[in-house]
């Protein structure tokens, strides 16, 4: 919300150099192991992001996200080990961040593979929102925080204006 993203796909580049967060390619770095997508650091009181670019592009933007979500939660990045709740905590995070249900709801998207392509994530992430999603539906339980509400409002001219061509388009 307080990064003004008001449209899907989310540009998490974009997110991060809007706060300040340089992000770079592990080519240029070379700091990953082979089992690590993405990693985050800070350095000189600047927030740096490393994520591997041979990977899907949705996996890169995931990734990132996944890095702002360490990032933005505070978690300590500095630990030997990972720590499990804060890995499962930029999970979520990064889930939310990129497929919001409630705009996905309002525009009617409700499967894995138009959620996948609306958002630009990864199909594995798009099958976890999907069915989050059905739940959420099924028990009608949007809009009863008041950030949700927020996010509704500043997605709501890109709801509409997409609303709009998909209804031409039939």
């Known amino acids: 919300i307080d990064s ?3 449209y899907l796909p989310v ?20 700091v990953l192991k082979p089992t690590e997508a993405g990693k985050c650091a800070l350095s000189e009181d600047v927030w740096l992001i490393v994520y591997d670019n041979t990977a899907s592009n949705e996996e890169r933007k995931y990734t990132i996200a996944h890095e702002l979500g360490h990032i933005f939660l505070a978690h300590n990045v500095n630990l ?4 499990e709740a804060n890995e499962a905590a930029a999970e979520s995070f990064a889930q939310k961040l990129m497929t919001p249900l409630c705009v996905l709801k309002e525009l009617g ?8 392509k609306t958002c630009d994530v990864p199909l594995w992430v798009a099958e976890k929102r999907a069915a989050r999603l059905k ?5 009608d339980k949007f809009y009863t925080s008041d950030l949700e ?15 709009e061509r998909r209804a031409r388009k039939l």
């Open 149 to 163: 509400k927020q996010l509704y409002e500043q997605f709501k001219k890109y709801i509409e204006a997409e609303k």
């Open 135 to 139: 739940q959420m539906i099924k028990r």
């Open 11 to 30: 540009n998490v580049i974009q997110i991060a150099r809007r706060n300040g967060i340089r992000v770079y390619q592990n080519t240029s770095e070379k």
């Open 80 to 83: 030997l080990r990972k720590d």
């Open 4 to 6: 003004q993203i008001n």
């Open 109 to 116: 998207i409700t499967d894995k593979y138009d959620i996948a």
